[in-house]
């Protein structure tokens, strides 16, 4: 059987001169139902927004079902983190994986393309992400 795969150098060198930020991508799931979520909701959001005012979170959020009518408990969040060890240190640290309403994986990712855009109007102070 063939590999299909590519050594990380080889991409690193493919995409030389983009960005290449490593990044981690923490999938995490309902374990027992919407339920146990619920009740670690309020502590996983303090500790999401405290990432956020740390510089770990890159970014994080629900992922809506494949009709975008509802939420089964499903999300993700992009971490900076020094290794995956690192990143998954995070992650154990959430009060939602330590309560055992969710389970996680973490899938390391290299930003390599995109754009921000952040327009701010000075006289109102109103902001928008386009």
Known sequence: MPDDSLKVTDILEASRGMLQKQLYAVFTSPADGIGPVMENIEAHLKYQVELEEKGIMFGAGPFWTDDEARWEGEGMVIVRAASLDEAR??????????????????????LNEGTVTVKIRYSDGSREIV
């Open 89 to 110: 240190g995070i992650a154990e640290a959430d009060p939602m994986h330590k309560s055992g309403a969710r389970t996680f994986k973490i899938r390391p990712w290299l």
